[in-house]
C-alpha cells in the first residue's frame, strides 16, 4: 500500500486502528504521495536541526528564523511551517505555527526580502525547435525526449505531470488526443483534468501527436508509464522516467543546443506555451483549458511576463 503521513515510521501518527479496510484505503489516497515524500523531507530538515516534536511556537519561530539565516526562499520556508503545521493536526494537536510568534516571524522574513519569485523564462516557440534540431531521432533517446519535450510544452505540463503520463491517460481522435491528467501541484483531491492536443498540419516538423505515437511505436511501450528510462546500450527500462531525470536530459539538450545560458528548467516549457498563445491573440479562456490553471491571478502573472515588450509605448528610437 502507498505510504500516508499517517504511518508512525515516518513520523506520523498510525490512526488506522478501528477503521475498515475501505476507509483506510480512502486515507491512503487522502494525500498525493508527492505531499507525503515532500513532508517527509521537510520533517526530516527540522529533525536534522535540532527540532523536536511535538514543538512549541517558539522552538518553530526560532527554527524559521534561523533558515532564513542560512539562505532559504521565504516560499521553502512557507512549505516547512505548513508541513508542521499537519504533523501536528495529524497528532491531534493544536498547531503552534499558526500562532502569533510563528505568524509574525514569517511576516518579518517577508517584508525583509525580496518576495519576487524567480519565475523560469518561457521557452518560445524559435527555441523550442533549436532544441529539437539537435536532437536525434533516430535513437530511443533522441525520440523519447523530442515527444516529451513537446508534449510538455503544447500540454503546458508541469514536469510530475508528463513523466506521470500512461498509456491508459491517452485518448486518441481523429483531431489528436485528450490526455487525462489524474494529479497536479493544484490539484491534490485527484480531480479528474483532462488536456487536448491537436494533430499537426502534416507539413509540420514538430507535431507532439505524431511524435507521441512515433516513440511508442519505436519503443514498444505497451502498459504503463509512457516515457521511460533508456540504457546507454538502448533498451527500454521498465519504470517510470523520473521528473528529475526530466530536468537532466532537458539541461543537456539545452548544452548541446547552445541554449544553456538562457536559464530554462522544464517549467519553461509551460510559461513558453502561455507566453506562446496569448502573444498569437488565444483566449484566456482557450489557454487555460490546456495549462489547468484555476487561479487567475497566477494565471495573469504569465500574461504580465509575456506583455512587459508586446506593444510598448517606448520603441521610438529616430528623431
Avoid at 481523429?174 to 483534468?193: A, C, D, L
Avoid at 488565444?282 to 484555476?294: L, T
Wanted: charged share 25%; net charge positive; glycine share 8%.
Amino acid at each position: 500500500m502507498t505510504a500516508t503521513p499517517f504511518d508512525t515510521r515516518y513520523g506520523m501518527p498510525r490512526i488506522r486502528e478501528g477503521l475498515t479496510p475501505e476507509a483506510r484505503r480512502l486515507l491512503t489516497q487522502s494525500v498525493s504521495p508527492n505531499t507525503v515524500r515532500a513532508m517527509q523531507a521537510d520533517l526530516r530538515v527540522y529533525r536534522q536541526a535540532g527540532g523536536r516534536l511535538p514543538a512549541s511556537d517558539i522552538e518553530i519561530a526560532n527554527y524559521l528564523s534561523d533558515q532564513n539565516a542560512l539562505g532559504k526562499k521565504p516560499a521553502t520556508l512557507e512549505r516547512y511551517a505548513n508541513s508542521l503545521h499537519m504533523w501536528h493536526r495529524y497528532m491531534n494537536l493544536p498547531s503552534p505555527v499558526h500562532t502569533m510568534a510563528v505568524r509574525s516571524v514569517m511576516r518579518g522574513i517577508k517584508r525583509s526580502r525580496d518576495m519576487r519569485q524567480a519565475s523560469a523564462p518561457a521557452l518560445r516557440l524559435q527555441d523550442l525547435h533549436i532544441l529539437l534540431d539537435q536532437l536525434n531521432r533516430g535513437t530511443l533517446h533522441g525520440l523519447r525526449d523530442a515527444a516529451m519535450f513537446t508534449l510538455s510544452f503544447y500540454g503546458a505540463f508541469r514536469r510530475s505531470e508528463v513523466v506521470a503520463i500512461t498509456l491508459d491517460d491517452i485518448e486518441w481522435c481523429p483531431q489528436g488526443i485528450v490526455i487525462t491528467v489524474h494529479h497536479s501541484k493544484t490539484n491534490q483531491s485527484g480531480r479528474i483534468e483532462t488536456k487536448s492536443l491537436m494533430r499537426a498540419p502534416g507539413s509540420t516538423v514538430y507535431c507532439p501527436v505524431r511524435l507521441l505515437e512515433a516513440w511508442i511505436q519505436a519503443s514498444g511501450v505497451q502498459r504503463g508509464a509512457v516515457f521511460r528510462a533508456v540504457t546507454p546500450a538502448g533498451r527500454l527500462g521498465a519504470g517510470r522516467l523520473t521528473d528529475h531525470a526530466l530536468y537532466l536530459r532537458m539541461k543537456q539538450a539545452l548544452k548541446s543546443a547552445g541554449l544553456v545560458n538562457m536559464g530554462y528548467t522544464p517549467h519553461s516549457f509551460r510559461a513558453g506555451f502561455i507566453t506562446e498563445a496569448h502573444l498569437r491573440g488565444k483566449s484566456d479562456v482557450q489557454i487555460k483549458r490546456i495549462s489547468g490553471h484555476r487561479d487567475q491571478r497566477t494565471f495573469e502573472r504569465y500574461i504580465r511576463l509575456a506583455d512587459l515588450f508586446e506593444d510598448p509605448a517606448g520603441d521610438f528610437f529616430e528623431l
